[in-house]
């Protein structure tokens, strides 16, 4: 059984930065394709940035290209998401997710298609 345990959420001004954090127990992130999701209140979760098993491979929602970027460390069993150029329409809870994947390069960007998920993170950007 796979565990996500996300971190480094937090309150921070608009233009500012802030490093997410996913650490994975039972398996890595080399064993899963996996993505970022995020949910606002009174919104669905969407889709923000997803990395395929091998790496090679990621996407982002057009909202956040060229700011965010999605990584894995499979030494330390963690996805991240780099966040620059934060905006208070990126203020959400922040959920990793993540499933096997049929080949090494895929990739998913819908979320009900997801098997693990960890518990989230607030992130909030102040204007």
């Known amino acids: 059984q796979v565990q996500l345990i996300e971190s480094g959420g937090g309150l921070v001004q608009a233009g500012g930065s802030l490093r997410l954090s996913c650490a994975s127990s039972?398996?890595?992130?080399?064993?899963?394709?996996s993505g970022w999701f995020r949910q606002a209140p009174g919104k669905e979760r969407e889709f923000v940035a997803a990395?395929?098993?091998?790496?090679?491979?990621?996407d982002y929602t057009h909202s956040v290209k060229g700011r965010f970027t999605i990584s894995t460390d499979n030494d330390k069993n963690t996805l991240y998401l780099q966040m620059n150029s934060l905006k208070p329409d990126d203020t959400a809870v922040y959920y990793c997710a993540a499933r096997v994947a049929g080949s090494p390069s895929f990739i998913e960007d819908e979320p009900r298609e997801y098997d693990y998920w960890g518990q989230g993170t607030q992130v909030t950007v102040s204007s």
């Open positions: 039972g398996g890595t992130f080399n064993m899963y394709a």
């Open positions: 990395i395929s098993e091998n790496g090679a491979n990621t």
